[in-house]
Each structure stands twice: as structure tokens, then as C-alpha cells.
């Protein structure tokens, strides 16, 4: 596949994750980064898992920060394998789990005590779901 060919594909691709709601900039980035990284190494024949690989731990950060590398280059590559059937997807989990922080849930009573502080329940100003006369 060509450079040319390949940057179209994640034009397109990136188009599409932006048309189903995602934002994509840092995915973009780390994209665009991957691209680089197989442009260096010569764009010869299929895309290979280990390429994307190497990219993903070819960096000194943690292990979540080179498994998130390696989900974004899979979503692409399960993408382009759509379009050529050559192209090699890793494994999940080959690098273990992207580890997300853990959400907090309010309560009731943390959303009262909240909604007592700002004055009453309701959005917490125009532009927020406010009715205007």
C-alpha cells in the first residue's frame, strides 16, 4: 500500500469515526504518528500486526499508555482490513488493557447537596437547557 493511499484511507476513516460522534484528535495524532512510523520502514506490501507493534512499545511510557496506542492502530487496521483483506490486525489485549480512571457516581444526596449550593435543581445558567420568556 502507498503512503498516498494510506493517508487517504485514514482521511476517510477518521471521517467517518467523526460522522458516528467521536472527536478523534488525539486518536488523530497518534494516527497520523503510526502513518509515519510505516513510512519510515518502507510501505512494502501488506501491513503486518508486528508493525503496528513495535510502534505501540516503541516508546518509554507505561504499559496503559502503549495498550491505548496499540487499541488506536487495531480500530484503524480492522478498518483498512475491510478494504484489503492482506492487511494483519493484532490481537486484543496483546498488551494487556488501556486502564481507564474509575468514574465517580453521585448519589442523591451528593446531587442535593450540589443542587442546595448553586441555589435549586435546574441548569446552572443559560445555554444549559435554560427556557428563556
Known amino acids: 500500500m502507498m503512503a498516498t493511499e494510506l493517508r487517504a484511507r485514514l482521511d476517510s476513516y477518521l471521517a467517518l469515526r467523526r460522522a458516528l460522534g467521536f472527536a478523534m484528535r488525539p486518536d488523530e495524532r497518534l494516527l497520523r504518528s503510526f502513518i509515519a512510523f510505516?513510512?519510515?520502514?518502507?510501505?512494502?506490501?501488506?501491513?503486518?500486526?508486528?508493525?503496528a507493534l513495535e510502534w505501540a512499545t516503541g516508546i518509554r511510557s507505561g504499559p496503559g499508555h502503549q495498550a491505548h496506542r496499540l487499541t488506536v492502530a487495531r480500530g484503524f487496521l480492522i478498518h483498512l482490513r475491510a478494504l484489503d483483506p492482506q492487511v494483519e490486525v493484532p490481537g486484543p489485549g496483546l498488551l494487556g488493557r488501556a486502564k481507564r480512571p474509575v468514574p465517580h457516581i453521585y448519589t442523591p444526596t451528593d446531587i442535593a447537596a450540589l443542587s442546595a449550593r448553586r441555589g435549586g435543581p435546574g441548569p446552572a445558567g443559560p445555554g444549559l437547557g435554560a427556557r428563556r420568556p
Open 38 to 51: 510505516l513510512e519510515q520502514r518502507g510501505l512494502d506490501g501488506p501491513l503486518r500486526a508486528q508493525s
